[in-house]
């Protein structure tokens, strides 16, 4: 306190300033800064070069400083930045009328993020209910391992304990059933079960998808039970799997969808998708936002959309999400003893670790490759969309080197 300006005399400080950081340390942050980026690579402020397979945890969809999106970043702020939802926005209108004729919704409401997006998927699926005059069934089923953010609905909905503990009593309503387990999932329907939550790929949790199988399964289960399901696409939507949409792999279609992440590629952008039906709850004053939806996220939000839907996105999604994954399964086979598995969808790959993952998300971080730490020991790969060959050959090198080096550490302690 001292040395700040609140105590000086006079307001004029004469001794050192506080160099101390003054963020809430909710973050481990890694001590690494940088200036600028350019497609799929980041230059850190010490003029280092990264090649970035973090993307700003599935965000930077279109790499950094995507001319599309810069062009109408600053077009739009050139205009105008916000007027709240009190009026029409165009820009907002004609993102959602995009959005409804790309998927299975009719209806978008938009958020500034995620949890935002799943807190308006989680109330609209209870208002669905209540508006046919079952109150009762506000209940959702949920997955172990799942992640649907952080505020007090989604870390319920989440049902982790690390993101619950401390908070108090986390929010009633949601049923976990452990990934996979059929039967537990039926048991755990009730007369109070009104939808089911799940990822088609599961991000935090360890990038792992849901076998087809599995989604058109619960699609009819919940058909059966008259539930609604509910998607949370916000890793694993907007192109990232080389669908638009993840789900669209298992040939089956949501009642509400969370997206998030991508769909702004860097701006702030979430959205609630729903069809007519299951948004029928939602009449004037139901729900709301200040900031969701306004002009400069939306002119964002379209550009991006531009981008995903040009002729070959996606095919360059899948086809570098093939290349990628006969890259890594080779140095799997060859580092039997670091690699455990290659798992994902797309572009959401993840690497199962022998080594602790944290530790190699670190040497990746030395040999330039930046990528994201997951559950279950994974090592996350989520580059840019707009990667070519030559970032995969970079990055998989990158990996080699690291993954060598494992193993000769390994080695050399057994010996
Ligand atoms: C990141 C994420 C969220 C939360 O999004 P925020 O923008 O951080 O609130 C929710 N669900 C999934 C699947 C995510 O990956």
Redesign the pocket.
């Known amino acids: 306190m001292n040395n700040s300006l609140k105590n000086a005399p006079g307001g004029v400080s004469k001794v050192e300033p506080n160099t101390q950081s003054a963020m809430l340390p909710a973050f481990a942050r890694a001590e690494l800064a940088f200036e600028r980026g350019n497609g799929a690579w980041l230059t850190a402020t010490d003029g280092r070069r990264f090649l970035d397979f973090a993307a700003g945890?599935?965000v930077n969809i279109a790499g950094h400083a995507h001319p599309h999106l810069v062009t109408a970043l600053k077009e739009q702020a050139e205009k105008l930045w916000h007027v709240s939802n009190l009026y029409t926005i165009p820009e907002g209108e004609k993102l959602a009328r995009r959005l409804a004729d790309l998927t299975f919704g009719d209806l978008v409401f938009f958020t500034?993020?995620?949890?935002?997006?799943?807190e308006c998927a989680i109330k609209m699926m209870r208002k669905y209910h209540s508006a046919n005059g079952q109150p009762e069934r506000y209940r959702m089923i949920t997955f172990e391992g799942?992640?649907?953010?952080?505020?007090l609905a989604?870390i319920a909905a989440?049902g982790q304990k690390k993101y619950l503990d401390g908070f108090g009593p986390p929010v009633e309503g949601f049923d976990q059933v452990p990934f996979g387990d059929h039967k537990a999932l039926e048991a755990a329907i009730g007369p109070e079960t009104g939808g089911i939550l799940i990822?088609p790929v599961?991000?935090?949790g360890g990038v792992r998808p849901v076998p087809t199988q599995c989604l058109r399964g619960l699609r009819e289960l919940c058909d059966k039970h008259g539930l609604l399901l509910v998607l949370?696409?916000?890793?694993?939507g907007v192109g990232r799997s080389g669908k638009l949409f993840a789900h669209e792999w298992a040939g089956i279609t949501p009642d509400i969808m969370?997206v998030?992440?991508g769909i702004g590629g860097g701006f702030?952008v979430?959205a609630c998708i729903a069809t007519r039906e299951a948004a029928k709850g939602m009449t004037p004053g139901t729900h709301g936002t200040t900031y969701g939806g306004n002009p400069l996220a939306m002119a964002v939000g379209n550009a991006v959309l531009d981008l995903v839907t040009a002729p070959g996105f996606l095919e360059n999604v899948q086809q570098m999400s093939l290349r990628l994954s006969q890259r890594l399964a080779e140095l799997k086979d060859r580092y039997p003893g670091v690699i455990a598995e290659v798992r994902g969808s797309g572009l959401l790959m993840g690497l199962k670790l022998h080594v602790p993952n944290t530790e190699f998300v670190q040497a990746l971080r030395q040999e330039g490759l930046l990528t994201v730490g997951a559950g279950d020991n994974v090592v996350r790969l989520l580059p840019p969309l707009i990667i070519g060959e030559e970032e995969v050959r970079h990055a998989t090198d990158a990996i080699e080197r690291a993954a060598s080096t494992f193993a000769r550490a390994k080695s050399s302690n057994a010996a």
């Open positions: 945890i599935a500034n993020s995620g949890a935002e997006a799943l799942a992640f649907h953010g952080r505020t989604t989440g990822e599961q991000g935090e949370d696409e916000v890793q694993s969370a998030a992440k702030p979430g």
